[in-house]
């Protein structure tokens, strides 16, 4: 389980002062969930994510993981502890193979056919893939998806995805709704956190968490929230509207 406790989150500005992101802000992740936290843009979703990844420490508040105070950990820490996190733009390496990156996520020498079955999992003809260097050569959408089987090889009980559609063509991004559609379907106590705008992902969530401000102004089941975003143009421009992320 995940738990915020009065989550704040600071920088400094142009003018000296301190620019609040994130506003004592509080949320709750239980074990095997699939949630999807939207926003309009500049409301604090991404920041929100690398405060759970620990790409960013809170001002102030806390983070617990499975009981564990985890504010202060490293990014290390973390994953060591069962948390991934996928970004917007996956990395790409020069001279690594497909192969490597999944060994290196699974922590253990894998044989090229398990590997295989993990790039086989996000739609990917392994034989194609398996031994390509994760580089320029690789479009957005496929990025995507080798990032996704090194998620599946890491096998942790919490994985961030930080608006995993970014930078994708359609045809990626109807594949990619199928690869969340399973993962939604097999997930046991594992849980699942997306940052997304997108209706499709959306629709897969078990509770859909909008950010605005630097806080929480909805939350709750999918089927309470999303007819709320969705049933009018107030609703939508205050979850859709336009600004910085």
């Not at 973390?78 to 690594?96: C, H, M, T, W």
């Not at 079955?117 to 998806?145: F, P, Q």
């Amino acid at each position: 389980m995940l738990e915020l406790q009065h989550v704040s989150f600071e920088v400094p500005s142009e003018t000296d002062e301190q620019l609040e992101i994130i506003r004592d802000l509080s949320l709750t992740v239980g074990d095997g969930k699939f949630v999807v936290i939207t926003g309009p843009n500049g409301g604090g979703k991404s920041t929100l994510a690398r405060l759970i990844a620990g790409v960013e420490q809170p001002t102030e508040g806390r983070i617990l993981f499975d009981g564990a105070d985890i504010t202060a950990a490293s990014v290390t820490e973390r994953a060591k502890k069962g948390i991934s996190f996928a970004f917007q733009q996956p990395v790409r390496f020069k001279g690594l193979t497909v192969l490597d990156l999944i060994r290196i996520a699974a922590g253990k020498e894998l044989t090229i056919a398990e590997a295989c079955t993990y790039l086989s999992e996000v739609g990917l003809c392994a034989r194609d893939y398996i031994n390509r260097e994760v580089n320029a050569s690789l479009s957005g959408g496929e990025l995507k998806r080798i990032e996704i089987a090194t998620v599946l090889a890491r096998g942790t009980k919490l994985t961030v995805f930080d608006e995993p559609e970014a930078g994708i063509d359609l045809w990626s991004f109807q594949n990619l709704i199928r690869i969340f559609e399973k993962m939604r379907e097999e997930i046991s106590l594992s849980s699942i956190i997306i940052i997304s705008h997108q209706e499709r992902i959306l629709n897969i969530a078990d509770e859909i968490v909008v950010i605005a401000g630097g806080t929480i102004t909805k939350q709750g089941p999918k089927e309470e929230i999303l007819p709320q975003l969705m049933g009018t143009g107030d609703a939508v421009e205050q979850c859709f509207g336009q600004g910085k992320r």
